[in-house]
Nanobody, 119 residues
Framework: QVQPIESGGGLVQAGESLRLSCAVSGRTFSSYRMGWFRQAPGLEREFVATISGSGMSTSYTDSVKGRFTISRDNAKNTVYLQMNSLKPEDTAVYYC????????????WGQGTQVTVSS
């Protein structure tokens, strides 16, 4: 079972950047498609971005295209989310997870990391 540990969140102003990291236990990390998801207060958890096991294929929700970049380092069992030009509507708890069918979470949820963007 893959267990994710997210980090890198914080409080920033609109227009600034953050880089989230997700360290994953397990010896078969490179075989998993990984994704970032987020949950804002009062809303359902939503898909943000996913990346294939090799890192060659990525997918993004429309609201973050051109601003966020997902990447991974299979040697470090870590997936990243570079978030630029942050907006107040990006405020949420961000989680990573294994993914199936491109955008469907499939594993255990970690604690997440809080991202707060002030206007």
């Amino acid at each position: 079972q893959v267990q994710p540990i997210e980090s890198g969140g914080g409080l920033v102003q609109a227009g600034e950047s953050l880089r989230l990291s997700c360290a994953v236990s397990g010896r078969t990390f490179s075989s998993y498609r990984m994704g970032w998801f987020r949950q804002a207060p009062g809303l359902e958890r939503e898909f943000v971005a996913t990346i294939s096991g090799s890192g060659m294929s990525t997918s993004y929700t429309d609201s973050v295209k051109g601003r966020f970049t997902i990447s991974r380092d299979n040697a470090k069992n870590t997936v990243y989310l570079q978030m630029n030009s942050l907006k107040p509507e990006d405020t949420a708890v961000y989680y990573c997870n294994t993914v199936v069918l491109v955008t469907t979470p499939s594993g255990s949820w970690g604690q997440g990391t809080q991202v707060t963007v002030s206007s």
